[in-house]
């Protein structure tokens, strides 16, 4: 019982301890990679570069992709199992996926709640 809740703690200190610019790393380098996997032109992303439509080169299945490994990725650095593309991500009054900030902001809500 002991070791569960040396566990749970920690996971809560791993979850607290992300911030904003880890997080934004971690999405800048799967946009990315997306954007190389899918054989567009692979430009400099930044946190206000647009994630999907707009200026951004990622398409739909880019984007699909990029949700994928970003979810993967979450669940093994944080062992936590979050869906970015649900309803609650397409009922917020920002789409998270338009930018990069905006999906950082919007992923660091969902590892933080409790």
Do not use: C, W
């Amino acid at each position: 019982m002991a070791t569960s809740s040396l566990m749970i703690r920690k996971q809560s200190e791993d979850l607290m301890q992300a911030t904003i610019k880890d997080i934004e790393r971690l999405v800048l380098a799967a946009a990315s990679k997306a954007a190389a996997d899918g054989a567009h032109e692979t430009s400099s992303f930044t946190a206000s570069s647009d994630l999907f439509g707009g200026d951004s080169p990622l398409d739909s299945m880019d984007l699909v992709a990029l949700v994928v490994d970003l979810e993967e990725q979450l669940h093994e650095l944080f062992d936590k199992d979050i869906t970015l593309a649900d309803e609650r991500a397409m009922s917020q009054e920002v789409n998270p996926f338009s930018k990069i900030e905006t999906l950082t902001r919007y992923i660091h809500l969902l590892l933080t709640e409790r």
